[in-house]
């Protein structure tokens, strides 16, 4: 990890929308993250990144085996924020009107009347999303990227705070639709839970085994609350030498011989967010090059698509992402003593890659 952790390496005073709300944003985290982690036990990695992309205002999507608690976690992460939930059960014969909305004729009325679907409510989780087909994958792309919703040439806007924590069987599992490029790149992160360790297996049994822990799970925080947070982490300072090395870590996945799809200028824009909201959670009103470092797996790999002989010997996009962080330079601060009033002010520069 990068040594320079100076208030002033930032690169600039800290905004007035952080500053302010420093404290409150710690306090509402640690309460939500308190709360989902009663649920999951064991994966305090998992709730994090589920916190920064909520805090970035994006979309999660969690991707594993059945049964190690995909579906736990965003129910839990929805129930600790009190604002509307709505879960959606992914079929093959879900239609895209049963998460938009349909209009229906009102013979009183003799006019059309809007019924929402169920992609109006501030946290929405599709359970088993790629088990729908593509058409139906389809019905969320204008509400993930403009929380909108188009029917019938109306607009309607989604609440807000909105965020989408879908989850999915992997591809080999009987029954799944791969999703298509342009849903994968809605998705700010992708994480994987994976098996708990045996003492939190065991400890999930103590806990778990007579009743449901979601059943006691009460909110801890407002929507209000959560909005202002995001209003915050808007403020987070980002140098532009971090921002160089995010365009760079991101460019450097269109050229790599191991991929025929790199990542997109909205991944990188994901990256920059989530980054922000990284700091932001380790009480920092300003952007590192570590924050970039550590989310770049998440936040890229499920956009990524090897060629075919990369895939032939096993060859991941995760394990793309890790050698790219390797061959890029990482952006370093040195403070120049002599100038301010005794401080120094940081000048980046560049230095080579560091291993993980």
Do not use: N
């Given at each position: 990890m990068t040594t320079y952790d100076d208030r002033a390496s930032h690169g600039g005073a800290p905004s007035r929308a952080y500053a302010g709300a420093g404290d409150e944003l710690?306090?509402?985290?640690?309460?939500?993250?308190?709360s989902v982690e009663d649920v999951i036990e064991g994966k305090p990695e998992v709730v994090r990144l589920s916190l920064t992309v909520l805090l970035a205002e994006g979309h999660l999507l969690i991707e594993d085996v059945p049964g190690v608690g995909k579906?736990?976690?965003?129910?839990?992460?929805?129930?600790?924020?009190?604002?509307?939930?709505?879960?959606?059960?992914?079929?093959?014969d879900l239609l895209p009107s049963d998460i938009t909305g349909v209009s229906i004729w009102d013979q009183q009325r003799r006019d059309f009347e809007f019924?929402?679907?169920?992609?109006f409510a501030q946290v929405v989780i599709g359970d088993e999303i790629n088990r729908a087909s593509p058409k139906t994958q389809s019905a969320l792309l204008e509400s993930m990227e403009e929380r909108q919703v188009t029917i019938d040439g109306q607009t309607y806007e989604l609440p807000s705070p909105f965020m989408v924590v879908a989850t999915q069987n992997p591809v080999e599992m009987e029954g799944t639709y791969?999703?298509?490029?342009?849903?994968?790149?809605?998705?700010?992160?992708?994480?994987?839970?994976?098996?708990?360790?045996?003492?939190a297996e065991l400890q999930m049994l103590d806990v778990h085994g007579g009743v449901n822990p979601l059943d006691d799970l009460q909110p801890v925080a407002h929507a209000d609350e959560i909005l202002k947070l995001v209003e915050a982490v808007r403020g987070v300072h980002v140098a532009d030498p971090v921002r160089r090395y995010a365009v760079d870590l991101v460019a450097a996945t269109r050229t790599h011989p191991d991929l025929r799809l790199g990542a997109s200028p909205r991944a990188?824009?994901?990256?920059?967010?989530?980054?922000?909201?990284?700091?932001?959670?380790?009480?920092?009103?300003?952007?590192?090059?570590?924050d970039v470092q550590a989310?770049?797996?998440?936040?890229?790999?499920?956009r990524?698509?090897?060629?075919?002989?990369?895939?032939?010997?096993?060859?991941?996009?995760?394990?793309?992402?890790?050698?790219?962080?390797?061959?890029?330079?990482v952006p370093a601060a040195s403070q120049q003593a002599g100038l301010g009033a005794g401080r120094g002010t940081p000048e980046y520069g560049r230095q080579t890659p560091r291993r993980l």
């Open positions: 710690t306090a509402v985290i640690e309460r939500v993250r308190g579906t736990m976690l965003a129910k839990a992460l929805a129930r600790s924020i009190d604002c509307s939930v709505r879960r959606i059960q992914f079929t093959p019924k929402p679907g169920a992609i791969p999703l298509p490029e342009a849903q994968r790149d809605r998705f700010m992160a992708r994480v994987s839970i994976g098996y708990p360790s045996p003492e990188t824009l994901h990256l920059l967010r989530a980054a922000k909201a990284s700091a932001a959670l380790g009480g920092r009103e300003y952007a590192l090059p570590d989310l770049a797996v998440a936040v890229l790999a499920h990524l698509l090897p060629t075919a002989q990369a895939q032939l010997g096993r060859r991941t996009a995760e394990q793309v992402v890790q050698e790219i962080l390797q061959r890029v330079p």
